[in-house]
Structure formats: structure tokens, C-alpha cells
């Protein structure tokens, strides 16, 4: 379908389809800007790209979700700031690309995405990663998964303006279904980590509360900043290489303001090393180390928000193995680990206790480990 729609935008047929999927984290938040361990996955949910180049130097961007409305710029004349809304993010890959030496031009791009925007899946990441693989493939670039996933962020660090970490744009890239994506953030090294939730009896629920969040409000770059302050008075590289054991005279050396941005990062650190030993031997017991997770986001780091608070604890008191925020924060979505045969009453526990909260509705649906980014056809 949306291919005869890039027809009717542009005149022509695309040379081909890519998507590239949101993600979930399962534990490891706010740990990939201080060089540490996350544990993604990536979803079925997917951001499509129909892309054809084009030799005039425009890069022209449509979007489903805005028909008939065709963004055009000038490639040549990319620059920060140049772009607004969704289309800053194909636009900065383009630019990237561009500042890395790759001799890439100007392209016809439709966009399609079913990954809920503003809800802590990642569908930026998603949005970046579908084009950067598109303009791979069709420039015969040969770069490889990782690299794509460094120029992505790197399109939304310094052409979008976010100081998002890595991990969303490596598990979109690099995420295989049927596993979890362990990632050290450091040297990018991966290590794929078999997750298969209904083998094991279990269903893996994403609650997006509805509460739609902007990383770059600024909240975002003041916590990365916080943690980055306290890595330079601490001696340190990063907060990564703060050993538990070493945790409680770190914070006596700190103001207080920062304390609590320290300890998450290393109980967190902590709790993806408990959750990869978890998952390859009963992923049923992952449950509380999620709940942990989620009561130091929302303590330590205060990132969490009433909605996100409620889901989870509606989850847990209904019967959930355990459940947590996924993503920045400030919103977004909720985690929800549970047996098979609970997830129908646990999902309705939730929203009856949204309702009766007087918030907006979840969207309650089932996460399923998928593949990364890849062409379609």
C-alpha cells in the first residue's frame, strides 16, 4: 500500500523497503550515557522507510501520518537546526553520513511507522536507524550494524540536539529475534542472550501509559550532565567503573544532589548483570529485579511519573511477576513480566486502576523479542 502511496507522492516507484524496529529495555536505564550494561529487545512494532535516490541534491520527506505534505531540502545545505519535527531525524542521518566522509545524496523518502510515538519505545532510534540502513544499502556503504547505530545517534546528538545514549539505536540495529541484546556500551560489544518469553511460560506486557514525553526538554541533558559531574569529582572515567563494593564511600565524597544519580547507575549496572545470569537459567524469577529497577527510577532518579507508578503497581499487586518503566522516562511506557495465565486479568487490573485514577486509558499489547533493522524487499 504504501508504496503505491510513493508513487502518487513522488512519480516514481521507491527501490525498496526498510523498517527497522522500537525496542524495550528490559533492565539497564540511563546506564548507556555512563558507558555501562543495558538489556534490550527489539519489537515487532517497526518505522518503514520507501526510499528512492534521487541526483538533484533534495532529500524530499512524507509521512503517512501527514499525507500529501512533502518536506524538501537542500543536502548540500544541511546543517543543525535545519529541519523540524519528525523530519530532522531522517535528515540528520543524511547529514551524518555526509560528515563521515560517505558520498551520499539527496533521496525520495516516505516514512510509515507503527511504533507508538512519544511512548519510550524508541521510535526516534527507529526512524534513524530505517534510513541509515536504507542509504547503506542503496550506496553500497558496507558499514556494519554497530556503525550505523553510532551514526544514528550521533544524527540525534548533534544534528537533532539530543544527548540521547546508544542503546537505542544499537538494539534497533542489532537485536535478533528471540533474544535479549546485552550491550556494553563502552565498547559496543553485544552478546545475544535467548529470551523466548512464551517457551518459558510467560508473556512480556508494554503498557504505554499515554503520557508522551520529549527527551529534549532538557531534563534529559541535565541528568547526563549530573552523572558526568559526578564521574569527574569521583576520578573516574565514567560511572560504569564505580564497583558496588565502592558505592557507599563514592556518595560520601559527593553533594547530595548527586548521590542518588550515582546510585542508580551502579545498582542498575548491577541488576543487568543478576538479569543476564536470570535469564539463561528461569527467567520467571527476572520479575523483582524489574520492580528494583523501577523503585530506583523512580527514588534515585525521579524520572518516573504517577501514570508509569500506577502501572506498575497495579501490575504487581494483581499479580505480575514484576514491572517497571522503559525508556528516558517522564512518561512513556511500563514493562510488565507475567505468567501466561495471568496476563488477561493483569492487564485489565491496570487499566481498571487507570480508570478509576481518571487517567487516559492504556494501551496494553505484547512484546515479542523481533529482529533489528533490515530491507524488506
Given amino acids: ?37 543495558s538489556l534490550p529487545i527489539a519489537l515487532e512494532q517497526t518505522v518503514r522507510a520507501w526510499v528512492r535516490r534521487r541526483d538533484d541534491g533534495l532529500l524530499r520527506l512524507a509521512s503517512t501520518r501527514t499525507p500529501g505534505r512533502v518536506v524538501e531540502l537542500d543536502v548540500a545545505a544541511l546543517a543543525p537546526g535545519g529541519a523540524e519535527g519528525w523530519a530532522a531525524y531522517p535528515a540528520g542521518v543524511v547529514w551524518t553520513l555526509r560528515r563521515a566522509g560517505h558520498a551520499v545524496g539527496g533521496a525520495d523518502v516516505l516514512i510509515d511507522s507503527d511504533v507508538p510515538a512519544g511512548a519510550g519505545l524508541s521510535s526516534s532510534a527507529a ?52 533474544s535479549a541484546l546485552h550491550l556494553d556500551a563502552r565498547d559496543l560489544a553485544t552478546r545475544d542472550i535467548p529470551f523466548d518469553p512464551a517457551a518459558a511460560g510467560l508473556v512480556l506486557l508494554v503498557v504505554d501509559t499515554r503520557v508522551h514525553h520529549d527527551l529534549g526538554d532538557g531534563a534529559y541533558a541535565a541528568l547526563r550532565a549530573g552523572c558526568e559531574r559526578a564521574a569527574a569529582l569521583l576520578g573516574l572515567p565514567a560511572l560504569r567503573d564505580l564497583a558496588p563494593a565502592g ?55 525521579r524520572v518516573s511519573c504517577p501514570e508509569t507508578d500506577l502501572a506498575v503497581a497495579s501490575a504487581v499487586a494483581a499479580g505480575a511477576l514484576g514491572a517497571r518503566m522503559t525508556g528516558g522516562g517522564f512518561g512513556g511506557s511500563v514493562v510488565v513480566l507475567v505468567e501466561q495465565g495471568a496476563a488477561a486479568e493483569v492487564a485489565d487490573a491496570v487499566t481498571a486502576a487507570f480508570a478509576a485514577a481518571g487517567h487516559t486509558a492504556p494501551e496494553i499489547h505484547t512484546a515479542t523479542p523481533s529482529r533489528g533493522a533490515h530491507r524488506v524487499r
Avoid at 503505491?4 to 548507556?32: K, Q, S
Avoid at 540502513?133 to 540525534?156: C, K, M, N, V
Avoid at 564511600?249 to 538479569?275: C, F, I, K, Y
Avoid at 527467567?283 to 524489574?290: E, S
Fill in 247 to 301: 558505592l557507599d564511600a563514592a556518595l560520601g565524597r559527593l553533594p547530595a544532589e548527586l548521590r542518588p544519580l550515582v546510585r542508580h547507575v551502579v545498582t542498575e549496572d548491577e541488576r543487568v548483570r543478576q538479569a543476564v545470569d536470570l535469564l539463561e537459567k528461569d527467567p520467571a524469577a527476572l520479575g523483582p529485579i524489574l520492580t528494583a529497577g523501577h523503585a530506583s527510577l523512580r527514588d534515585d532518579y
Fill in 127 to 178: 526512524l534513524e536507524c530505517a534510513v541509515a540502513t536504507a542509504y547503506a544499502d542503496l550506496h553500497g556503504l558496507g558499514l556494519e550494524p554497530g556503525e550505523l547505530a553510532l551514526l544514528a545517534q550521533r544524527a540525534e546528538n548533534e544534528f537533532v540536539g539530543v544527548p540521547c545514549g546508544v542503546m537505542d539505536q544499537m538494539a534497533s540495529m542489532c537485536c535478533r529475534a528471540g
Fill in 1 to 37: 500500500m504504501s508504496a503505491a502511496v510513493f508513487r502518487g507522492l513522488f512519480g516514481h516507484d521507491p527501490e525498496g523497503e526498510w523498517a527497522a524496529p522500537g525496542r524495550v529495555n528490559l533492565i539497564g536505564e540511563h546506564t548507556d550515557y555512563n558507558d555501562g550494561f
